[in-house]
């Protein structure tokens, strides 16, 4: 199995400001035939289901506010929310799908400070 | 719009089998660009991959659940179904249904909103 870990498992942000959050995978989810990277992000918001916020590493899911980004290749990724808002408190995690055992992260919790 | 509802019983005894449905409202569970999966998340917890199915019938098993696993498919109700044999309590999650893109691996773009299965006598 890749086994996906993720950091910090936790962060406090300031509204306005930049979170990153960071995905590794034990071995490389970029496939050479496509060039793609096998890597999505979600957001779980407290008592609701995940939501799909990025694939392939970096495609931003129609009407996901464009402060989300994701970034990165092989077994190294981030997510960066680029100016922080009282909306975005949730817990994140990245899944692979290059493997068809497909693996999530222990996800990140983002607060405010 | 697209919407995916869990629904079975909330409490199961230890040994005994968890049956769950997920009802598809607003599309076809028959389109072949679309494969339907079982995501849990035991309390506190991370998520973890179950089964998929394809329109078709064919099945996708997580390797750690292959031997307690069923997964079926009712296109004219379009339903899809779970049932896990033998639990214990380390089968006590959040049940999600969904819909990954593509193939059965791909990551899930549409989630029902879950239900709470615990396992206890």
């Known amino acids: 199995d890749i086994v996906m870990t993720q950091s910090p498992d936790s962060l406090a942000v300031s509204l306005g400001e930049r979170a990153t959050i960071n995905c590794k995978s034990s071995?490389?989810?970029?496939?050479?035939?496509?060039?793609?990277?096998?890597l999505a992000w979600y957001q779980q918001k407290p008592g609701q289901p995940p939501k799909l916020l990025i694939y392939?590493?970096?495609t931003r899911e129609s009407g996901v506010p464009d402060r989300f980004s994701g970034s990165g290749s092989g077994t190294d990724f981030t997510l960066t929310i680029s100016s922080l808002q009282a909306e975005d408190v949730a817990v994140y995690f990245c899944?692979?799908?290059?493997?068809?055992?497909?693996?999530f992260g222990p996800g990140t919790k983002v607060d405010i400070k | 719009q697209l919407q995916l509802q869990e629904s079975g019983p909330g409490l199961v005894k230890p040994s005994e089998t968890l049956s769950l449905t997920c009802t598809v409202s607003?599309?076809?569970?028959?389109?072949?660009?679309?494969?339907w999966g079982w995501i849990r998340q035991p309390p506190g917890k991370g998520l973890e991959w179950v089964a998929t199915?394809?329109?078709?019938?064919?099945?996708y098993y997580s390797p750690s659940l292959k031997s307690r696993v069923t997964m079926s498919i009712d296109t004219s109700k379009n339903q899809f179904s779970l049932k896990l044999s033998s639990v214990t309590a380390a089968d006590t999650a959040v049940y999600y249904c969904?819909?990954?893109?593509?193939?059965?691996?791909?990551?899930?773009?549409?989630w029902g909103k879950g239900t709470t299965v615990t396992v206890s006598s």
């Open positions: 392939w590493a970096s």
């Open positions: 199915i394809y329109y078709s019938g064919s099945t």
């Open positions: 607003g599309g076809s569970i028959s389109s072949s660009s679309y494969y």
């Open positions: 071995q490389s989810v970029l496939y050479s035939s496509n060039n793609k990277n096998y």
């Open positions: 899944q692979q799908y290059y493997s068809t055992a497909f693996t």
């Open positions: 969904a819909r990954h893109i593509d193939y059965y691996y791909y990551y899930m773009d549409v």
